[in-house]
């Protein structure tokens, strides 16, 4: 019940730690910056809808909506991918480059502070682990994803 209070009170408190800095210094939510940060990362700066979804852990549906906010801020394009017209593309414009160029910094330093520099390596490592061993449990192709992201650092 000990570990079980912990867990259950960092996943309400801390993406609101993020929300919160991520709001104020670039007027993004976590999830918007976690799309855009995606899409940096990605060959062209450019994705498959389903491929997103994926990377950021979201539905299809809620992706779309956020998508749809982020073009209005002209951020984000999509466009009919050129293999397969059925699929759609999301891509990075210049704007949200240099957005999430500007929003990396505060955010990395607020999870450094919040959470990553309370821990010893040996717990970060822990941390790795554990968080392999729920995600294998509760949604292994996330896990799979993650690895590939740190594959590809």
């Known amino acids: 019940m000990s570990a079980w209070l912990r867990l259950a009170s960092l996943l309400e408190l801390v993406p609101g730690v993020l929300e919160t800095q991520l709001k104020r210094d670039s007027d993004l939510s976590h999830f918007e910056y976690w799309v855009l940060a995606m899409l940096s990362q990605a060959p062209e700066r450019t994705l498959r ?4 979804a994926s990377q950021t852990r979201g539905t299809l549906p809620r992706l779309s909506h956020v998508v749809n906010r982020l073009e ?8 009919a991918d050129r293999v ?3 699929a759609t593309n999301a891509s990075l414009t210049d704007a ?3 957005l999430v160029v500007r929003a990396a910094p505060g955010h990395v330093e607020t999870v450094r502070s919040s959470i990553i520099d309370a821990l010893t390596p040996d717990q970060l490592d822990q941390l790795t682990a554990i968080g392999d061993a729920i995600l294998a449990r509760v949604r292994p ?4 994803t993650i690895r ?3 594959e590809a650092r």
């Not at 002209?74 to 466009?79: C, D, H």
């Open 84 to 86: 397969d017209a059925r």
């Open 141 to 144: 192709e996330a896990l799979e």
């Open 72 to 79: 209005k801020r002209g951020l984000v394009e999509r466009q």
């Open 96 to 98: 949200g480059w240099d």
């Open 49 to 52: 809808m389903s491929s997103l």
């Open 148 to 150: 590939a992201l740190d």
